[in-house]
C-alpha cells in the first residue's frame, strides 16, 4: 500500500468560519435591537386623584409627560369588585374590568380623566394604562366609608346569614346536650 501524506489544515479556516459567524449573529442583532423599542417609564408615573375615595365618588387618573409616545392610543382598565359599574369619562360599562381609549398629548402624558366608581364600590380599584410603545403606568384608590376609614368585611346585610346559621348551630348544640342529659339521667336509675 502506498502510503499518503497527509497536509495539515491550514490554521486560517476555522478563524474564518467563526469571523463569518460573529458577522452573522450581528447582522441578526441589529433589527432585533432595534425594534425593542418599548418604553419604561418610572415607577409612580401615573397618579389618582384622590388616593381614597368613597363608593359612587369621581377620581382623576393622569400620567406625566414621557409615560407614552407622542400622540398614540392609549387604553385604560379600571379594576375591582364590580368594576362594570365604574364608568371612564362618561362612558358606563357592562363588563367586569371598564376599559376605554385616548390619546396621549405630545409629551406623552395622559391628560387628567375622571373616572366614576361604582355606588357599591368596596375595597381597592387598580386602574392601568398601556399603548403599543409603553409599558405604560398603574395606580390604586381605596374605597373607604362614610368615617373615612376603609371599607373591608362584611356590610350588616351580609351578616345576617352568618347569625341566623349560628343561632340554629347554637340551638342544635344546646338540643344535644338535653338529650344527652336525659340519657344518663335514665341510664343511672
Excluded at 419604561?40 to 397618579?47: D, E, V
Amino acid at each position: 500500500m502506498p502510503h499518503i501524506a497527509s497536509t495539515p489544515m491550514p490554521r486560517f479556516l476555522p478563524r474564518a468560519a467563526l469571523v463569518a459567524t460573529l458577522a452573522l449573529g450581528a447582522v441578526i442583532a441589529a433589527p432585533v435591537a432595534a425594534s425593542a423599542s418599548t418604553i419604561y417609564p418610572p415607577s409612580g408615573s401615573c397618579t389618582t386623584t384622590p388616593a381614597t375615595a368613597q363608593a359612587g365618588g369621581t377620581i382623576v387618573f393622569a400620567c406625566a409627560s414621557e409615560t407614552f409616545s407622542s400622540d398614540e392610543t392609549v387604553t385604560i382598565t379600571v379594576t375591582g369588585e364590580n368594576g362594570a359599574e365604574a364608568s371612564i369619562g362618561m362612558v358606563r360599562f357592562a363588563i367586569s374590568t371598564a376599559s376605554d381609549t385616548t390619546t396621549s398629548a405630545e409629551d406623552g402624558s395622559l391628560a387628567p380623566i375622571d373616572i366614576t366608581l361604582p355606588s357599591n364600590a368596596t375595597g381597592t380599584y387598580n386602574i392601568a394604562a398601556v399603548s403599543a410603545t409603553s409599558a405604560g403606568g398603574t395606580a390604586a384608590v381605596t374605597i373607604t366609608g362614610a368615617d373615612g376609614l376603609p371599607s373591608t368585611g362584611l356590610d350588616q346585610g351580609q351578616t345576617i346569614g352568618l347569625w341566623i346559621g349560628g343561632g340554629a348551630l347554637l340551638l342544635a348544640g344546646a338540643a344535644l346536650a338535653v338529650v344527652a342529659a336525659v340519657r344518663r339521667s335514665r341510664d343511672s336509675r
